[in-house]
């Protein structure tokens, strides 16, 4: 059990405008996985909840050549690599139905105790060192993501569907709001090639924030979601153009 892997069916209803897995569903998956995997050495939330605990993600990098079709079967693998006292490191691997490689994903989660907020000493939990499985991931780790400008911030109020049930604003939620600082046609024309995300603060309900970017360099855009307490997530988004026809 070292290695863990789900496979899934891209249906019409789950796909973007332009017939693919969005990004925000991808991230989305990557959880369900990780959660899965987790359950199945006993440690998942299941377990964790017992001692008011759950796991948390801390960052994810997502690189793709391209993403998961409109009718086509897909699968996720997953492995941890490395973890230390704070942090797990968590790989996952995306496959085509016949058996290309579409991306991998670098995840770095950690335990939280949901009453203090405070992180946890994960080194007690012994299935994580009888079950590090070691085998690299072959993209970059996440560069350090640094505060931007706020010049032409949008504002943005998260409402109740924007939380989950830790009480603050899911993953899922401040990708889809990155993804929507830019328009149809340029999604059209261009797509997430790498995606960069590290949380820093909790966002909770009915919070106003300011979603920040600036092109640090063509196609390369950083993002925050800030409020006057500092940033709670600074992103990155490469686009790569698309190949029509």
Known sequence: MKEFSKTYYMAAGECNPEGEMPLALLV????????LHANSWGVGYARLIHDNQAWV???????????PRVDENYTFTTWIEDYNRHFS???????GADGEVLGYVRTIWM??????????????????????????CPIAPQGRLRPIDTDGATEHVFGYADCDFNRHVNT???IELFMNQFDLSHHDNFMVQRMELAFLKETRYGEQVRVCRREEAPGDWHMTVTTPDGDHVRGR?????????
């Open 57 to 67: 993600l801390s960052r994810v990098t997502v690189e793709m050549s391209r993403y």
């Open 111 to 136: 335990v939280i105790d949901l009453a203090t907020r405070a992180g946890m000493d994960i080194s007690r939990l012994s299935y994580i060192s009888d079950n590090v499985s070691g085998t690299p």
């Open 89 to 95: 490191q968590r790989n996952m691997r995306i496959d």
């Open 172 to 174: 899922l939620r401040y």
């Open 237 to 245: 988004l490469l686009f790569k153009p698309r190949v029509h026809g």
């Open 28 to 35: 989305g998956r990557v959880i369900d996985v990780a959660t």
